[in-house]
């Protein structure tokens, strides 16, 4: 006889297992970025963002990362790490840290484009070779071109714990794309996503 498990009954504020926790993120409008993006190469888009003058990212927010190595075609994030981002085992989600090296890989290609230009991603292989938990402390990842293009580029990246330790690896391939125009603009046909423009 299948028996069905006893349901989970909560309160408002009080989850099974104690008091809700909770973390406060906030962000600005995204099309802030993509606008300041517009006219400015990758690599000085992105040390805007390093240094403030545009806002990070939302899912840069969201994720408590932070741009503290830039050169082109590498790129350097710190995340933080804390128990919102825990699996069912008391480790840290696999995705975080897959959005981390998806991140840096993208960003190192994004140091490598002219004005005008963006990237979304292809392909993500990723190598987990340790579990990463909460104590293991903020993450560090750098992504590396390994070879740039004008419609497909490559890259690279690694994840670092506290200490030092290798997390995770990735390989990336991501397609260059224009960006949105603006509000009024004529759309830009999209042949960089065409069996032609990706050559």
């Known amino acids: ?37 517009r006219g400015r190469s990758g690599l000085d888009t992105l040390r805007a963002i390093r240094d403030g003058v545009v806002p990070l990212p939302p899912m840069a927010r969201l994720l408590q990362m932070e741009l503290v190595g830039l050169a082109e075609g590498r790129v350097e994030v710190t995340g933080l790490v804390d128990e919102s981002v825990s699996n069912p085992f008391g480790v840290v989600h696999g995705g975080l840290v897959s959005a981390l090296l998806d991140t840096v890989a993208g960003w190192a290609v994004q140091t490598t484009l002219p004005e005008g230009s963006g990237i979304t991603s292809i392909e993500l292989t990723v190598n987990f070779l340790r579990p990463v938990y909460v104590s293991s402390g903020p993450l560090t990842a750098v992504g590396a071109v390994v070879r740039p293009g004008r419609r497909v580029a490559f890259a690279e990246g690694q994840v670092r714990n506290a200490i030092g330790r290798v997390v995770a690896t990735a390989t990336s391939s991501l397609l260059v794309i224009p960006l949105q125009p603006e509000a009024g603009a004529p759309a830009v046909r999209p042949d960089a996503m065409s069996e032609e423009g990706i050559r």
């Open 1 to 37: 006889m299948r028996t069905h498990p006893t349901p989970i009954r909560e309160t408002p504020g009080v989850l099974a297992g104690g008091p809700a926790r909770s973390r406060l993120v906030t962000w600005q409008d995204p099309a802030v970025i993509v606008a300041a993006a």
